[in-house]
């Protein structure tokens, strides 16, 4: 992993944290507090974190929320209060007295908070809420992995299935056959949950990307609808 061989070379922790450019960091692990590799730490306190269900109560212990900061009390440090022109999505980012991230996320006992993804991200399969984030970072420690993107594709048995979208590697290009699918398949399963895997695997030279360098998936999501269309 990433934090492992970061300390083992530096003697350093990462300490992740979360934030938007709506606000300023929102959730971080602090110098003071334990790390714990792969969480976003604990809510800064001059904000009033939550993670809420659909219908405004709050999440349980290990129960997926959406990230949303309470505006009803006080006016948060550093947090917008709307987008420019913009009164529509104002409106479905700012009611009920909370601002709504639009990302998941859910908090273990000791208060720590864990991404699961982009509210419009998380893909549903056979019942499942599958977060492409914990299906990424599985793969990514593949040594062939350099990096990927994790989409939903419709299936009309299980209503979505896992699509990863990866790119190899220079010492692995010409190693991207079915039996290196299948092994990254198994990866996954032994990695996280076995109903997270990837039932389809698309080998890519570069991912669409923001001017930014965020991965694009609804890019991905809309090239793979165009290709079922096409095929009906």
């Known amino acids: 992993a990433v934090y492992d061989k970061f300390l083992e070379i530096t003697g350093l922790e990462i300490k992740e944290g979360f934030g938007q450019s709506e606000g300023t960091c929102l959730i971080a692990t602090t110098p003071w507090m334990k790390t714990k590799p792969g969480s976003m730490g604990k809510p800064m306190p001059q904000y009033d974190v939550h993670l809420l269900r659909s219908d405004l109560t709050e999440a349980e212990e290990g129960e997926e929320g959406q990230i949303a900061i309470r505006t009803d009390r006080q006016k948060p440090i550093g947090l917008c209060v709307e987008y420019y022109n913009a009164p ?112 389809i695997i698309e080998f890519v030279d570069e991912l669409p990307k923001t001017h930014s360098g965020k991965i694009r998936r609804v890019e991905i999501r809309n090239n793979d609808a165009q290709k079922v269309k096409n095929n009906q």
């Open 88 to 199: 529509a999505e104002t409106m479905k980012a700012w009611h009920d007295g909370y601002y709504f991230t639009g990302d998941l996320a859910y908090k273990d006992k000791d208060g720590y908070f864990w991404f699961v993804g982009r509210a419009d991200d998380v893909i549903k399969s056979s019942g499942y809420r599958i977060g492409p984030f914990e299906v990424e970072s599985a793969l990514m420690t593949h040594p062939s992995v350099v990096e990927c993107a994790i989409t939903g594709v419709p299936d009309d048995i299980r209503g979505m299935i896992v699509k990863a979208t990866i790119v190899l590697g220079k010492e692995w290009k010409d190693k991207a056959n079915e039996d290196l699918v299948k092994e990254l398949q198994n990866h996954v399963k032994r990695t996280t949950a076995p109903y997270k895997y990837p039932r």
